[in-house]
């Protein structure tokens, strides 16, 4: 019985079970522990609270779009007493990163539109190029300006705290223009290097947790009859 997977619906996420989602361990035991490890202390009380670290890990988790994680760190968060209000300011944080990595990628279509050819496919200077996009929409453009501006705007979070999410948030992407801009601004807001490193962990962990706390997908389909 305890390697039955049961799925409502035909459903390809389950709850882990100790037993069936420990049973990858036994191949690459010395592996799994040090991710665990790593894991452990990447999300441990440092320069950064454990109640921080949690709210990027949260904000982290709804981009990768990995549930077990969101439901993982939605706990603990919890349990460092964030309060929902404050997850969802950092949620809507990261769907704005997401949103500017899109919007400042449009920097790259214009050039390809235009037929201008650079051996560099990250330029800085496309970033004042994408500003320039007003031209071509001024009404598009204010409003995501405004939607940009409102969600980094300090409320339930600190200005700081929601930057360190945009940051986090833009290393999981891996956009260099989003990466760019918001360790700048984190940078003039007195982010020091020792949190933009544990938030760079943090960040780590998730997008690689994700692929790790998915092997009981991996585990079912190898096994499914």
């Keep these: 019985m305890e390697a039955t997977i049961l799925m409502s619906n035909d459903s390809l996420y389950t709850r882990h079970t100790p037993s ?3 049973k990858l361990f036994g191949y690459a035991p010395e592996s799994f522990k040090a991710f665990g490890e790593f894991n452990k202390q990447a999300l441990a009380e440092g320069v950064l609270s454990v109640r921080t670290k949690e709210l990027i890990a949260v904000a982290v988790a709804q981009i990768t779009g990995c549930p077990y994680c969101i439901e993982a760190h939605v706990g603990k968060a919890k349990a460092a007493k964030a309060s929902f209000e404050e997850l969802f300011e950092a949620g809507v944080v990261a769907a704005a990163v997401n949103a500017h990595s899109v919007f400042y990628n449009t920097a790259n ?9 650079e051996d560099d496919l990250f330029p800085r200077g496309n970033i004042a190029l994408a500003e320039q996009l007003e031209q071509v929409n001024e009404s598009l453009y204010t ?18 705290e929601k930057l360190l999410v945009a940051v986090g948030s833009a290393l999981v992407i891996g956009n260099p223009y989003s990466i760019d801009i918001f360790t700048g601004r984190a940078k003039s807001a007195g982010i020091s290097l020792e949190e933009l490193a544990e ?6 962990a998730l997008k690689a947790g994700s692929a790790v706390a998915h092997r009981v997908n991996a585990l079912q389909a190898y096994e499914r009859d």
């Design 143 to 160: 409003a995501f300006a405004e939607y940009q501006f409102n969600s980094l705007q300090a409320g339930l979070l600190s200005e700081k």
């Design 20 to 22: 069936f989602s420990a």
């Design 109 to 117: 279509t214009w050039k390809a539109f235009g037929e201008r050819k």
């Design 199 to 204: 938030t760079l962990l943090v960040a780590t």
